[in-house]
């Protein structure tokens, strides 16, 4: 590939957690997402030379995840020359939606594309976490996973990492009603007990083995008796103002489960069609409606899909080719 070669990748948001799995069950959405443009340099080192669509993110590669994302990747092949990068966020951050992760995603598989595809999507996976470790301090992998990957994924163990894709072997639909007030995922991780009493563990390692058998066995019903969270939710709700009237009006509005996504503060309700999940979407909004917080909503199909390569056509290079 020559200098004045460019690629653009597109990364989705993500729903980790989902209720029973946390840090080891996450789902991609079909928008909304993020893309990262790569370009080769002669010269070592990495530039971000623009961020779009957001204001506030630093363009010293060392503080932003999609440097760090790529710097990992260079010295992993050790890589002389360096690299052009440009962000374009489509989401807000800290938000609960796989933000940071769907740069690093990006990112990762820009670099990889750029330097001839070394990597398999799946082994990308150790790149981007390097991001989210950037981001929040933990190198989870419940958002970068399903945003490479697509679908569901389960991380069955960290050590060694072992990514289960699931794929979507049902139909589903996911509401996010998102208030507009920005919660770090490293606060919502600090305030987490450490000890989990076993009579908790024992339900939530139920309906985390329910939901993937729902999954695999295209049982909604069994899905919905599964999205139960007993042990984070009811610590991290309190940071999300009326969490349980929102999760009460989309389960009242025929969702199959809701809570929090990620470390919130997103909200996220699960259906089993896309009617169903703007009737969600219309009763979620009704609770924040003169409540004085902004909200934005989204409803998105889990898609096949996660990351992939789009038309570079409208970045342009910043840095002399
Ligand atoms: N599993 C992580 C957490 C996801 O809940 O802290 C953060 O997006």
Known sequence: MENNDFVKAYAPATVANVCCGFDVLGFALDQPGDEVWARKTEQPGITISAIHGIDGLSVNPAENVIGVVAQKMLEALQVTHGLELQLHKGMPVGSGLGSSAASSAAAAFAVNELLGSPFTVQELVVYAMEGERKASGSAHADNVAPSLLGGFVLVRDYEPLDV??????????????????????????????????????????????????????????????????????????????????????????GALGAGISGSGPSIFALSASQEQAYAVRQAMEAVYAGSGIDTKTYVAQVPEQGVRLVAPSTIQPALPL
């Open 164 to 253: 289960v894709p699931l794929g979507v072997p049902l139909e589903l639909y996911c509401t996010i009603l998102y208030p507009q007030i920005e919660l770090k995922t490293s606060l919502s991780r600090s305030i987490l007990k450490q000890e989990i009493p076993l009579k908790k563990g024992i339900r939530q390692w139920g309906n985390l083995a329910g939901l993937m058998a729902g999954l695999l066995k295209k049982d909604y019903n069994l899905i919905s008796r599964s999205l139960h969270d007993e042990i984070f939710e009811p610590e991290r709700s309190v940071l999300i103002p009326l969490f349980k009237q929102v999760k009460e009006a989309a389960l009242q509005a």
